[in-house]
């Protein structure tokens, strides 16, 4: 069935409440089509037609528009029509609308499917304003216009049109042509929903979850889950596959925050993961350091990882990790964009030069890289601290005396210029010219640090 038909139908019965008087033959040819008789309907209509009567026109055009009882025939379909809607009957100007915007029996013309739509929608006719909506929202036969598709498809729509309720929907959804408001979007797209309207309801499920999750992160200090949950059970309602997770999750937030040890752990988890949430380190410690006064042993191991891996070393190990790829990836073989990449990395300020806190950090961050490349989750927070601590104590030293041996002009900075050769830029590194030229190994690079931080035993008798 073709988009025609679906739109228009065989809606004679509407004639019957019309306010017109209608001849006895007129009523005669009514009933015989009612009963599916549309040969009678056909010899009784035909004459009335012919001499003018604008209902007879309007459903003789239905009948050759979907061929019941006569061979369909677009062409003269649209004869009926233009004969219709030229005395005003909004029905027939709405459907010889959609044969021009379709090219059905005539040559496809959008600014004339325009005209049409108009003259019926400014009479009220919901099927004729929602198609005027389409048009306008399309840029189709006049300049694309939101605001002016937004009037057009709430005028259907408050008078219960599918499409319009549909369409207000999305503009309210994404503020096309009217202010975003997601509460509003909701309201149509549950109207719509309502009818039958699968994609609405579809909006509708992803709406209401985008609400509930956007409520439960508004909260400055906090999480308002008591909030959020209306919203995600609605949207379990209507068939969001998703919603049921986040149910849980607001139920055992609910219960982490009344002070439930393993929903404070299992909360913990989420923001370490970053599954349901964004993940939040901080905030994952916060609930995790509740979980341990509430005598969940499990919670020690998983605040030491999120120290190690997230808030001490996770930064600055992870834009390593970056490096290393980046070399991989771009500069294969290529010592001079080798060179760049590493000094890019190194220029913290990003002003050319690299200062003494610049190199001192580099050298830190290749210490911490080490330990936590070889250790992995066996890492120990005491450890770790008394590594930190000897590198803050002993690696400025070292710092001091690469920027002394490449600060040819004493300003207490290193430029580019000052690394004389590639050889000595990777003896800076702390790798081989080789190495570098293959892409720095940083695996390699961390064993043998990790190596002889177990010689630095001085700092760790402070301890």
């Not at 001490?312 to 771009?330: A, M, T």
């Amino acid at each position: 069935m073709n988009v025609k038909k679906i739109i228009i139908g065989l809606t004679l019965s509407l004639l019957l409440g019309s306010g017109i008087t209608v001849a006895a033959d007129f009523d005669k040819g009514l009933k015989a089509a009612q009963s599916g008789d549309f040969k009678t309907a056909l010899a009784e209509w035909m004459p009335l037609a012919e001499q003018g009567n604008a209902n007879a026109q309007r459903n003789l055009g239905l009948m050759y528009d979907n061929g019941d009882g006569v061979r369909e025939n677009d062409k003269t379909a649209v004869k009926w029509y233009t004969l219709a809607a030229e005395q005003g009957l909004d029905q027939a100007q709405s459907n010889l609308g959609l044969m021009y915007e379709n090219g059905l029996g005539v040559q496809e013309n959008h600014e004339t499917a325009v005209k049409w739509y108009t003259l019926a929608a400014e009479q009220g006719l919901d099927q004729a304003q929602s198609n005027l909506g389409f048009m306008y929202y399309n840029g189709k036969g006049v300049t694309q216009d939101y605001k002016t598709s937004a009037k057009w498809y709430a005028l259907a729509a408050k008078q219960g049109n599918v499409r319009g309720q549909f369409m207000l929907g999305v503009m309210y959804h994404y503020g096309q042509g009217v202010t975003l408001d997601k509460t509003a979007a909701v309201k149509w797209y549950t109207l719509a929903a309502e009818q039958g309207d699968s994609k609405a309801k579809e909006n509708l499920s992803i709406l209401l979850l985008v609400i509930g999750k956007e409520i439960f992160s508004s909260e400055p200090d906090g999480h308002d889950c008591s909030g959020a949950i209306d919203y995600f059970e609605k949207a379990q309602e209507v068939g969001n596959e998703e919603a049921p997770e986040y149910i849980e999750f607001c139920k055992t937030y609910q219960r982490a925050s009344k002070g439930e040890g393993m929903a404070q752990y299992e909360i913990a988890m989420h923001f370490d993961l970053g599954y349901l949430v964004s993940k939040n380190p901080k905030t994952a410690l916060s609930w995790g350091m509740k979980a341990r006064s509430n005598g969940v042993e499990s919670a020690d191991k998983l605040i030491g990882e999120i120290l190690i891996n997230d808030l001490v070393y996770g930064s600055d190990v992870q834009k390593l990790r970056d490096l290393s790829q980046l070399l991989n990836d771009e500069c294969y073989r290529d010592l001079e964009c080798a060179f760049d990449k590493v000094w890019k990395h190194l220029d913290i300020s990003q002003d050319g030069n690299l200062s003494l806190a610049e190199l001192s950090k580099f050298q830190r961050d290749l210490v911490q890289f080490a330990y936590i490349e070889e250790l992995g989750s066996d890492v120990e927070i005491a450890d770790a601290a008394a590594i930190n601590l000897t590198s803050i104590l002993l690696l400025p030293i070292t710092s001091s005396s690469i920027l002394h041996s490449f600060d040819y002009n004493n300003d207490g900075t290193l430029q580019k210029e000052e690394v004389v050769g590639q050889t000595e830029f990777a003896k800076l590194v702390g790798v081989d010219a080789q190495s570098l030229i293959n892409g720095v190994e940083f695996q390699a690079l961390g064993n043998k640090l990790s190596s002889s931080m177990k010689n630095l035993r001085i700092p760790f008798g402070l301890f």
